[in-house]
């Protein structure tokens, strides 16, 4: 960008090119508060709106966070990394593992604060990815999953209420493995998955539970099961917050 274009920039955006590049070289570490709204008012001569508005840039970049009654501070990132390929491995939940403990270092824990377990009518959507009749009952499995005391993850299960009635896949803990672990004492086991991956603006009741900052996207992951024979056994559709996770994909050529 020449320096003639960057004169055109409104006032807000050149500011916020300055924090971002003192960000990104080190003048400000993550976990450092940045100048607040006054600071800026005065160093760059302007109005309260622009330095809000610089500040909401970063932001929404997810690089820095606000804390109320502290100000703005340079966001700490330390990203769950989604491995997709080895957290479904059969030796993952075989061995009594959950799948979601793949995603976290060993000294960090990713809990489950809220959970919904029950009976549903099932959609078109749900019966024509577990091949049931529109309107089958399906028991559904509700999740938030928090870590570091932020919720991260919203999760929903969707299973043929025939199939796992009256099996712990019903309660709110499943036991070591998981659902794929009580599927397969079922003679159900998974041994195939699709994830398919897409990105969207939250809706108000996601960004209420996600505690999401504006203009912060989520990112959405439907998931089905299929044991050896190719019958689905799980629909999984999944909302995370974009701004906490790194999707990982390691697998050969």
């Known amino acids: 960008m020449t320096d003639q274009d960057s004169a055109r920039r409104p006032k807000y ?13 080190g003048a400000f570490a993550p976990g450092d508060r940045l100048p607040g709204e006054n600071d800026l008012m005065s160093t760059y001569d ?3 709106m622009t330095a809000r508005q ?37 030796e993952q939940w075989g061995s009594g593992r959950s799948v979601w403990s793949a995603d976290v270092d060993e000294d960090r824990e990713l809990v489950v604060d809220q959970i919904e377990v029950g009976e549903t009518e099932a959609g078109d959507r749900v019966a024509g990815a577990l091949n049931l009749a529109p309107g089958a009952p399906v028991c559904v499995r509700s999740r938030r999953f928090v870590l570091d005391a932020k919720p991260v993850l919203l999760s929903v299960s969707y299973l043929s209420a025939e ?8 309660e ?20 195939r998955f ?25 990112v959405l992951i439907g998931r089905t099961a299929f044991t050896g024979p190719g019958m689905a056994v799980e629909l999984n559709e999944m909302t995370l917050d974009s701004s906490s996770y790194v999707l990982e994909y390691d697998f050969d050529a």
């Not at 499943?174 to 079922?186: D, F, Q, S, V």
């Open 54 to 90: 610089a500040l909401s840039v970063l932001r929404t970049e997810g690089l820095t966070e606000a804390r109320k009654g502290a100000g703005v501070f340079v966001r700490v990132f330390r990203p769950l990394r989604r491995r997709g390929i080895p957290r479904l491995a059969g």
């Open 163 to 170: 199939l796992v009635r009256g099996t712990p896949i019903t």
């Open 13 to 25: 955006q050149r500011i916020a090119d300055e924090l971002r590049t003192a960000i990104e070289s």
């Open 194 to 218: 699709r994830e398919e991956i897409r990105c969207r603006m939250p809706t108000a009741d996601e960004s209420d539970r996600l505690s999401l900052e504006f203009g912060t996207p989520v």
């Open 46 to 48: 302007v109005a309260r």
């Open 172 to 191: 709110p803990d499943t036991g070591p493995g998981g659902t794929y672990a009580r599927l397969t004492e079922l003679g159900h086991r998974p041994v």
